[in-house]
């Protein structure tokens, strides 16, 4: 199983930026996927997932309204459209996949395969 996170860059602030993951060796499809993210000196936190299916979308309230998740189970791949980015969605973002109950998908210890992270800096 592996996962792999691309698209991370330098963005200005007030920009737009997309992140994708793609996964080989395991579907999505029928799984949660979650975008993580952690900055330095900050424990990784909840960017938001997607359900099975794709049926549902969550986001933590950072990022409501500014980033949205979506899927291309053709591809087999999971994309995080960030806008009106702002220096505070500095981080490493990862992408991981997991089957947890609803209440702790927001909880990293609830997924088990991680990709490997990508870097985006959002300047001032």
């Known amino acids: 199983v592996q996962l792999q996170a691309s698209g991370g860059g330098l963005v200005q602030a007030g920009g737009s930026l997309s992140l994708s993951c793609a996964a080989s060796?395991?579907?999505?499809?029928?799984?949660?996927m979650g975008w993580f993210r952690q900055a330095p000196g900050k424990e990784r936190e909840f960017v938001g997932a997607i359900s099975r299916f794709g049926l549902n979308t969550y986001y933590a309230d950072s990022v409501k309204g500014r980033f949205t998740i979506s899927m291309n189970n053709a591809k087999n791949a999971v994309y995080l459209q960030m806008n009106s980015v702002n220096p505070e969605d500095t981080a490493f973002y990862y992408c991981?996949?997991?089957?947890?109950?609803?209440?702790?998908?927001?909880?990293?210890?609830?997924?088990?395969?991680w990709g490997q992270g990508t870097q985006v800096t959002v300047s001032s």
């Open positions: 060796g395991i579907s999505f499809s029928n799984r949660y």
């Open positions: 991981a996949t997991g089957s947890p109950i609803h209440s702790q998908m927001f909880f990293p210890s609830a997924y088990g395969y």
